[in-house]
């Protein structure tokens, strides 16, 4: 099924997200739209995958939901801010406090669960380097043409040592150098920005080192770094150029530091001195300390990184090649990059990149595998996706678009595919002495000839994309044997697929007939349209009932699989033996009250029976937070089902059949 193509791509977005009301920022990184939502409980993963144009979603926490739409992220974004101005302005919410509050609710919620302040931190990374991808991408393939120009011997060798170009190449080398020697300036203003200060104040501090000027205190010619005394205190002059620790320490510091100036400054002054005390203090505190310590800091952590490889090239390769896809998995991957920009910046190269790329073409080879299956099955959704997916890898050096959109839907088959191939194509790699590159690159097949070792760098990389499709070609992605090499696709073709669908229909008995959804808890059942939530109410999630609770115990309304628990418990999702999604929302805006007056009875994975108890809720908490007690029951899987009847009225828990619904066709899970 595929959502209509009724509206614009961002307006049918923004719709199976919740609608306008239900968002609270949107930024976007390389190839996804990041939403900051109300409710993300409130939004149908299968809705939003339906778009044609969405290639696949992720779901962070309650609030933060992620649509991967590829390369025109970019575009779309700008439509969708064109569309919706108030998107373009963080949200619905567009008073600058009330989003203070509310990033700082965010701050800490996510997969890495207690550890809440290194969520943050890996996310203060990422958004500090996502809104520079683009300049970094243009920049990089500057690069690879002056690499590959260099190894035809059209030009000189246009980066080594002592090495004279004409007018002409330095004006192109000045392409892509003006993005690495201002990244300081560019992740300055990102992580100011994080950091909820003004990114303008960060920029201008950061600045401040960035001036000729400012190199030129240690005294013409001196070589750096350099030791002069300012104001009677030692200052340590360096070379900031493509330093991105010492930027990143500044806006860690002066994030706090505007917080605290707002509240201290009365609002009539805060426009001018706001600013002026957060440059008078962090401009010598960045110069004098955070500066040089960032510097240092960096060259620790560089040289334990050269250390290892220094000792086995191999091994270094095969471990990155190894740890690698669990970094972007994690999104912890960002972490690494500040690394790569010192390697460069000290070294003049960096080691790193090399078996990243291995990682990187072992993943393009899962797609491919996968596409070649879905060609095969004629799957023209899957088709779709991973193919759009694999134009962006090859050729963008991105992996987000197959991780997402394609792997993490079969992670069981998928990653281990992926680690064999990322892993044998580094191990080739290290057994070649390694692969260095002299800049920050995207590795694809266009950035090929801008690493040291063209053959022994095509080679891994060619490994790791034949290991990685050959396996899921044998093993299949959907489960056991069945990729193009396995029995269960010895018969192809209209009458398998036929033979199929007729299978599932005689294994799913219930889907035949029609299936009832018992009361959730004692109350009255009402039609849907009278929630006083329009999302909910206009049936953007899909079709239901709701009910006016009469006390705060909560039944499953059918039985399956719950495979949904809210953090906060207020919301669950189950899956019945015929693959219908089931969502109990209880209450309204409740993920507000942070799981305040929930006690949750049963957990993701967990098997449940119609009317068994699924958590008991103090309704007075609900209520004199000013919030609805009214109760959504939602099908949201809206392919399966049909002739949907509810039954008005009172109703007892687990026992009162509130609704009954029909199956199109069996639900493939």
Not at 25 to 54: K, N, Q, W, Y
Request: aromatic share 10%; with cysteine; glycine share 12%.
């Amino acid at each position: 099924m595929t959502v209509p193509a009724r509206g614009s791509v961002g307006s049918r977005i923004v719709e199976q997200v919740g609608g306008i009301e239900n968002i609270t920022g949107l930024t976007h990184c390389a190839t996804r739209l990041r939403f900051e939502l109300r409710d993300s409980s409130m939004v149908s993963d299968d809705a939003v995958d339906a778009i044609p144009e969405v290639m696949g979603v992720v779901r962070q926490d309650a609030h933060r939901y992620q649509v991967i739409v590829g390369g025109a992220v970019n575009h779309l974004y700008v439509e969708m801010t064109r569309e919706f101005p108030q998107l373009g302005a963080g949200g619905a919410d567009t008073d600058p406090d009330a989003m203070r509050e509310l990033k700082a609710e965010l701050q800490g919620r996510g997969p890495r669960g207690k550890f809440a302040w290194l969520n943050w931190f890996f996310e203060f990374l990422a958004d500090s380097f996502r809104p520079v991808l683009g300049a970094m991408l243009g920049a990089s393939i500057f690069i690879t043409v002056m690499a590959l120009l260099a190894t035809l011997k059209v030009i000189p060798a246009w980066n080594a040592p002592g090495v004279t170009l004409d007018a002409s190449l330095s004006f192109v080398n000045l392409a892509w150098q003006a993005v690495f020697v201002f990244l300081p300036l560019m992740v300055a203003y990102n992580a100011t920005k994080k950091v909820g200060a003004d990114p303008w104040v960060g920029f201008s501090i950061m600045a401040v080192l960035m001036l000729p000027a400012f190199t030129q205190l240690a005294g013409a010619g001196a070589k750096l770094p350099a030791v002069v005394q300012v104001f009677g205190l030692p200052l340590t002059i360096f070379n900031y150029s493509s330093q991105v620790f010492p930027p990143l320490l500044m806006a860690l510091l002066l994030g706090p530091l505007y917080a605290f100036l707002r509240k201290v400054i009365p609002s009539n002054l805060q426009v001018i001195f706001v600013p002026f005390l957060s440059m008078l203090v962090m401009i010598p505190v960045t110069a004098f300390i955070l500066a040089p310590l960032g510097v240092y800091a960096g060259s620790g952590i560089g040289n334990l990184f050269v250390t290892v490889n220094s000792f086995s090239p191999l091994i270094f390769s095969v471990l990155v090649g190894a740890l690698y896809p669990f970094l972007v998995i994690t999104g912890t991957a960002w972490s690494v990059v500040p690394i790569m920009f010192l390697n460069i910046s000290t070294l003049g190269y960096d080691f790193i990149q090399g078996p990243m790329g291995a990682w990187n073409f072992g993943c393009f080879g899962v797609t491919a595998g996968v596409l070649i299956i879905a060609s095969r099955r004629k799957n023209n959704q899957m088709e779709q996706v991973a193919g759009g997916a694999l134009t962006a890898g090859l050729l963008g050096g991105i992996s987000e678009p197959s991780l997402y959109g394609v792997h993490l839907r079969f992670a069981k088959r998928t990653i281990p595919a992926i680690l064999a191939g990322s892993i044998s194509g580094a191990f080739i790699m290290g057994l070649g002495g390694g692969v260095t590159t002299n800049a920050f690159l995207f590795t694809s097949l266009l950035t090929i000839p801008a690493f040291n070792n063209i053959p022994l760098y095509a080679v891994g990389i060619g490994v790791a994309f034949l290991v990685s499709m050959t396996t899921i070609l044998t093993l299949g992605y959907e489960g056991s044997n069945t990729g193009i090499f396995g029995r269960k696709n010895r018969t192809t073709g209209t009458a398998a697929r036929e033979a199929s669908t007729a299978a599932a229909a005689v294994e799913s008995p219930a889907s035949t007939g029609r299936q009832e959804l018992l009361a959730p808890a004692n109350g009255t059942i009402i039609p849907l349209s009278e929630v006083p939530d329009p999302v909910f109410a206009r049936g953007t999630l899909g079709d239901g009932f709701a009910i006016d609770p009469a006390d705060g115990r909560f039944v499953a309304p059918v039985s399956g699989k719950i495979v949904t628990v809210f953090p906060t418990g207020h919301a669950y999702g189950i899956r019945t033996g015929d693959g219908v999604d089931v969502l109990i929302h209880i209450g309204m805006d409740t993920v507000k009250l942070k799981g305040q007056g929930f006690t949750t009875h049963v957990s993701k994975g967990e098997q449940v029976s119609a009317g068994d108890l699924l958590c008991d809720v103090d309704l007075g908490i609900i209520k004199e937070a000013g919030y609805s007690t009214v109760t959504p029951v939602v099908i949201t899987t809206k392919k399966a089902t049909e002739d949907l009847t509810i039954t008005t009225g009172p109703a007892e828990a687990g026992i009162t059949v509130a609704g009954r619904y029909g199956l199109v066709a069996p639900v493939t899970v």
